[in-house]
């Protein structure tokens, strides 16, 4: 069994409760911003489509018990219009001289047919096709839906070795994958997409999370580590650092509002990326974090929060140990190295 | 082997000593960290920060605090902190049992020093798996989730008793996180061992100000001159700190005093479902906890409330006395008296009185005396029996009150017992007051006996009650008596009631021939002879007897207090679990029981624990012996 039955339930009731209060809008949200490829920094476009949503949140398991990206989903995507935004997007946006990233987000799986319709799949990727700015195509799928033919068809449209697709493993501990995230599936099933995904030509990204509920700072710490041990085994060079930041309307909300959660604390993060950088340098290692600094999000204290998360985020982008190494002094310092040790006990 | 071994019981509580060098070391204090300084500390833990190279090792430990000159003796320092799959209290509902069979699955896996710690969610104490730990050498298990109960008495109650029942004392119940150092003589009691110093943390960071039975916040608290106050600015940490250390070591001294239930009757009033939960222990699981609370002790028994009525001992009394007192045969003429408030009652200026009373009854008159003492908590006192404990040891706030169920309690084991007279004898009744005239209603309602009453009208210390008293002695004492007939002395009468009270039924009149030869007066110790040959010691603090080995042997078929031990030789000064074959279950700690290989007994002991715990444990000291047999050639 990949799933806690009782621990589902109780997320799918949660989920129940908040759907209803599901948002409509059916644009498509895109930005420009910095990305690192290999050594170089380039511009990234980064579109984020409005399907129906992830098909596992959807489910009667009641989704990943951190996940509220479905509340932002509408419940009738229009796909045409997607298709026409994209293309306008794509050639207002891609100039003569540049090289682009590309990061196609659903809030889902992209592969996923129920979510993305095959035809919609080809054209997107077609479309992508004719820009030869186009270094890399970021999309992100669970493993469920990477299976040969899925990769054949983008073999068909685009040139794969371009492709790099994005996995949320979270952790590779099924534990935490079963009564902690409600993931619905296992490191094993994770390994066989990576495999198939690397025998297609494409690249892998693995999305891990950190402090999901009811895994302590420290053991946190020490799952990233662990998972990233793995993931390296199996010749994935890029890992991004998710520290958890609380939606509404999920399980991990309630936790937090009955005052049993505490978001991660930044010192942690550092101290993760200097460990896992340093001992492993050929690693690309993203540790971008949403909304730190903020009570829902990652933060210290307050005093020190805002030059901590300029350092990840130079970090990220330099991906040079030095950015962490300005040494920022703060008195939280000590009461972070006491949480973790304590919170483990208490 | 266990890491720890119990060096006294009072029910559920103990103190344990680490097994090898003897330190005691529970109950006690873990720390969350090194402490800066340890006294106080049983433990800490060390938790070094996570790294990628030492991931899969296992480096997190429980360190021990022992004395530097005993640390050469000790079996280990320290305990392995293994993986513990499941998460924090407040979801232990969501915990599959299957994710916890795996858990208990590798944790019987690793070898025996990474077994040396156990978690236990409250959720999975009923699960079977925990009997296949509590099979191996694993000491100490932590309980997790346990203050979810702390407003269910009927929970509460079965899980703790439950447990306790199943593991072997020497398996340490430690519960972490914040509890207030208010509950620990009751969470001790109930047989926890180690807390953890988080209260403290707890505390001093959201600005509470701790004392030993409540907590203030830190703006308005009373006035500390502990030196961790008189810093500036003071500490706070420090100082809770030091109250949950001095809380422990409050329990700890009671438990050496054995004054550990008064304490506990006195904390729960900070808790009403801890009162209640007190009150299931009493009723529901009386039976666990009289068969684990020592009948021999030196304590004063103070009784504070209601809850004295049922403590342990009390209630082993009673059926001790409903089952094993036999009045003498020759016993005509019973006679109630109230208790006194200095114990032995003899030494009391009433009861010195009323002696001087019946003494003008008649020559001969105590040969067919039996003189019943009628009192609250312990209902009836044989005066046979004032020396032992309880009845020389309580103190009870206020005399002459009494409750409609003391009077009920007590009335029927007085009837009880007077189903053990002969038909014709005759029933005074000394005493007066409320109470005591709603007891004899009773007793006359459900008895044929003849009864008189001397004090009716006057205090039973007045010259017309004690003169009344006389009076109906003479006039039926002419009746009564014969003097033809041998009667035993009154030491012997007192050594045969407590024979039957500490050793079991019919005892007394296989050991104590009707006249005996002492030496030795109160307050020492008195050593009885029989032509010659010592054959017992009375000891006068606790009143109960030590016999020689011979002695003891001519009991050995009828008294209850046998270990049967595995040979014929018994080497050193101890008793260890794996010599012990099989244990009586009625065996206290404390007891005095009787070493027998193959119906031959080999030596007096005392009994550290109870005889049930002798028979589950599997390593330590279960009896330190008292006399050997001389092995003859
Ligand atoms: S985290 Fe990913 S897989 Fe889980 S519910 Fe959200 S979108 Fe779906
Ligand atoms: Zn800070
Ligand atoms: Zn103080």
Not at chain 1, 154 to 164: A, Y
Not at chain 1, 251 to 271: A, D, H, I, T
Not at chain 1, 324 to 336: A, F, P, V
Not at chain 2, 188 to 202: H, L, P, R
Request: charged share 25%; hydrophobic share 35%; proline share 5%.
């Amino acid at each position: 069994m990949k799933i806690n039955t009782s621990y589902s339930e109780s997320i799918k009731q949660i989920r129940e409760k908040n759907l209803p209060s599901r948002e409509h809008s059916r644009r498509i949200i895109h930005w420009e911003e910095k990305h690192r490829i290999k050594s170089e920094v380039v511009k990234a476009l980064v579109f984020i489509l409005p399907t129906r949503g992830c098909s596992w949140a959807l489910s009667g398991s009641g989704g990943c018990s951190v996940c509220g990206y479905l509340y932002d989903n509408p419940q009738k995507p229009d796909f045409e219009m997607i298709m026409i935004s994209i293309k306008d997007i794509l050639n207002k946006k891609i100039q003569q001289e540049e090289e682009y990233s590309i990061k196609i987000f659903t809030s889902g799986s992209f592969l996923d047919r129920n979510e993305v319709p095959i035809n919609v799949q080809e054209a997107i990727l077609k479309e992508l096709a004719k820009y030869h700015q186009i270094r890399e195509i970021v999309l992100e799928s669970r493993p469920e839906y990477i299976n040969d033919k899925i990769l054949q068809n983008i073999v068909n449209n685009i040139d794969i070795s371009k492709i790099e697709i994005a996995i949320g493993l979270e952790s590779a501990n099924n534990k935490i994958l079963k009564n902690s995230v409600n993931k619905g599936f296992f490191w094993e099933d994770f390994e066989q997409a990576t495999e198939r995904i690397i025998k297609f030509g494409a690249k892998v990204k693995a999305y891990l999370l950190f402090k999901p509920p009811f895994v302590t700072e420290y053991d946190s710490i020490n799952d990233i580590f662990l998972s990233v041990s793995k993931i390296k085994k199996l010749g994935i060079d890029t890992v991004s650092i998710n520290a958890i930041s609380i939606h509404r309307g999920t399980y991990l909300s309630l936790l937090f509002e009955k005052n049993q959660y505490r978001p991660p604390w930044l010192w942690s993060l550092v101290y993760i990326c200097k460990e896992i950088k340093a001992k492993f340098p050929e690693i690309r290692l993203i540790c971008d974090v949403v909304a730190g600094g903020t009570r829902r999000g990652a933060h210290n204290c307050g005093e020190c929060d805002k030059a901590i998360l300029e350092q990840l985020k130079e970090f990220t982008l330099t991906q040079d140990l030095k950015a962490l190494n300005h040494n920022i002094q703060c008195s939280c310092k000590e009461e972070w190295k006491g949480y973790v040790l304590h919170e483990k006990i208490s | 082997m266990r890491f720890f071994q119990p060096k006294s019981q009072l029910g559920f509580a103990r103190i344990l000593a680490e097994t090898r060098s003897k330190v005691p070391i529970s109950p006690g204090l873990i720390s969350l960290e090194k402490p800066l300084k340890k006294e106080g500390y049983s433990a800490y833990f060390e938790i070094p920060f996570p790294t990628l190279d030492n991931i899969d090792k296992s480096s997190k430990k429980l360190i021990w605090i022992f004395p530097k000159e005993k640390e050469e003796k000790v079996l280990s320092k320290s305990f392995v902190l293994t993986e513990q799959p499941f998460y924090p209290h407040f979801v232990s509902d969501s915990i599959s049992s299957q994710d916890y069979f795996e858990y208990v699955e590798s944790f019987l896996s690793f070898p025996e020093a990474f077994r040396q710690i156990f978690t236990l969610p409250i959720t999975m104490t009923d699960s079977k798996l925990v009997n296949q730990v509590s099979q191996t050498d694993c000491s100490l298990y932590i309980l997790t989730g346990l203050s979810s109960l702390f407003n269910n008495q009927r929970r509460l109650s079965e899980l703790l008793v439950s447990l306790r029942e199943k593991i072997s004392p020497d398996i340490a119940i430690y519960v972490p996180g914040p509890i207030s150092p208010a509950f620990y003589s009751f969470l001790v009691y109930s047989g926890i061992d180690f807390f953890d110093n988080s209260q403290a943390y707890y505390t001093s960071k959201n600005g509470y100000f701790l004392t030993i039975d409540r907590t203030y916040s830190n703006e308005e608290h009373p006035t500390c001159y502990c030196p961790y106050c008189m810093e500036k600015p003071p500490n706070l940490f420090k100082h809770n700190e030091l109250i949950i250390k001095n809380a422990l070591t409050r329990i700890h001294h009671s438990l050496k005093e054995e004054t550990l239930r008064t304490l506990v009757e006195k904390d729960i009033h900070n808790k009403v479902s801890f009162a209640a939960t007190l009150r299931k222990y009493d009723s529901v699981f009386s039976q666990s906890f009289r068969s684990r609370s020592p009948i021999i002790s030196n304590a004063t028994m103070k009784c504070v409330g209601e809850e004295s009525l049922s403590r342990p001992v009390i209630t082993e009394y009673r059926n001790r006395i409903r089952e094993r007192f036999v009045p003498d045969l020759l016993s005509r003429i019973i006679l109630l008296l109230p208790c006194s408030a200095r114990k032995p009652y003899s030494f009391s200026r009433s009861h010195m009185q009323i002696r001087k009373a019946i003494k003008k009854g008649g020559r001969g008159i105590f040969s067919i005396l039996s003189e019943l003492i009628v009192t609250s908590p312990l209902s009836v006192v044989p005066r046979e029996l004032e020396g032992i404990f309880p009845a020389k040891f309580y103190d009870i706030p206020v005399a002459g009150q009494w409750t409609s169920k003391e009077i009920s309690i007590t009335a029927t084991l007085l009837n009880d017992i007077l189903k053990r007279y002969s038909k014709d004898a005759i029933i005074i009744n000394h005493m007066s007051g409320e109470g005591y005239k709603d007891i004899i209603q009773i007793v006359r309602e459900q008895n044929s006996f003849t009864v008189y009453d001397t004090s009716q009208e006057a205090s039973p210390t007045s010259d017309k009650s004690l003169s009344r008293l006389s009076e109906t002695l003479q006039e039926i004492f002419s009746d009564k008596f014969s003097s033809d007939v041998q009667a035993p002395s009154t030491l012997t009468k007192k050594l045969r009631a407590i024979s039957d009270f500490q050793f079991g039924s019919d005892t007394g009149r296989i050991l104590f021939a009707d006249s005996l030869k002492t030496k030795g007066k109160y307050p020492r110790n008195q050593q009885i002879f029989s032509e010659k040959e010592q054959i017992a010691i009375l000891n006068s603090k606790n009143g109960f007897l030590s016999l020689s080995p011979d002695s003891a042997q001519s009991i050995s078929t009828k008294s209850k207090n046998i270990l049967e031990f595995g040979d014929i030789q018994v080497k050193g000064s101890n008793i260890f679990a794996p010599g012990c074959i099989k244990a009586d279950n009625s065996i206290l700690p404390n007891d005095e029981i009787f070493v027998v290989f193959e119906k031959q007994v080999v030596a007096t002991a005392k009994a550290i624990v109870s005889g049930k715990d002798m028979n589950k444990m599997t390593s330590g000291i279960v009896a330190e012996i008292k006399k050997k047999t001389r092995v003859k050639k």
